[in-house]
């Protein structure tokens, strides 16, 4: 409940590092740059808009996928729960907006891909 | 195209502002806070989690409907552009996650709400 | 985990109904018209283009607060899981999509509104 | 404005059919299927839900990856405009759900992708 679900299309900006929480959890993490474009009316063309950057958090299985498949530069879609999450470090304030992903995948609007499924049942 | 659209259930945390853009357009800020609810298997309860906070525009009629709508403390669900926009201020680093509203309401699983319809046609 | 969360803009079409549950379950039902309109590049101008229905179902505290609230013909924003439900009726097979509210206001690009709160706790 | 924007993840349905319309822009559409998931808390386990179908439109450069990478049963994530369509055929009253995508992948919750970015630039 209340939770805010958001679907980024955008470009791979940091190669996805894997690592594992204390318990033991494993988990990807990458930042995820997504352009807006829009159409100009005046010059009748598109233009790009603002960039804005994601810090994209993929648990278990899918960061361990997320590592075996996705490089910088490749374009993504990631729907998740964002959360804009604010900290202190070194005394500065210091913001990001995170998404948990619940699934994501290369962007077949740039490219093809081939896929390859886990034999493994999951929930 | 590559738009982030997105929709925040929450509370309104700041009175909405009301100004005009150097070129005459009106636009209306305020603070959206939401949290995020989790049902605890554990406990068997509902817990409150991590508290997100928006950057809400709304221009143009939007705007103005909204400063004679809306107050501090009030459930809003609000659908817009998502942004993460960086600044330099004062020489600090500064990220706010901002939503440029498409549309807004008061969020009716909290109370009533009376709605009167503006006399004028909008596209 | 799946769900497909939708924000559906729009018009009320019916009169919302009230009903409970053989259970006791208290719901409001009502159809919801949304009509896209796009920017229409030859023109230079805004079109009408397709119009979707949806019936969203409201449960609880929603539904009886959308019977207190919400009239036909009042622009609405709602935010629910999506269901794409087939069933047959008199022979013939009868298919809707529907959206389970999970939150909903009236639309303030519209017009205003007048917001109550409900004394009562919430979940 | 007004569009009703949504994230189907679910399986392919259906082998994308490739066709041209009357005027040469080049299409794919397969079916969908996506099944909800619930966490049951008198079980204290995940069940499966309704399944939902939707076609999904996928135009142009879109199209035809999808045709040369998307096989039945894949998973897939698919991001775009929602629309209930409802036509008579045969005498008969016809609804569906179609989609028409804006960027869809393979789903990397379920297994890996490799990605092949197309040459040729592109808006």
Avoid at 88 to 107: K, L, N, T
Wanted: proline share 4%; with cysteine.
């Amino acid at each position: 409940m209340n939770e805010t679900l958001v679907t980024v299309v955008g470009n791979v900006a940091t190669r996805p590092e894997f690592r594992k929480t204390p318990t033991g959890v494993p988990v990807a993490r990458f930042r995820l740059a997504t352009t807006a474009r829009r159409w100009d009316r005046e010059r009748g063309g598109w233009s790009d808009g603002h960039t804005s950057f994601y810090t994209v958090w993929a648990w278990r299985q899918l960061g361990e996928n997320v590592v075996a498949s996705v490089g910088v530069g490749e374009p993504l879609l990631v729907q998740g729960r964002l959360r804009v999450r604010e900290e202190e470090r070194d005394g500065q304030r210091w913001i990001s907006a995170d998404v948990d992903a619940i699934a994501c995948g290369h962007d077949l609007t740039r490219g093809t891909s081939a896929f390859r499924r886990l034999s493994a049942a999951r929930p």
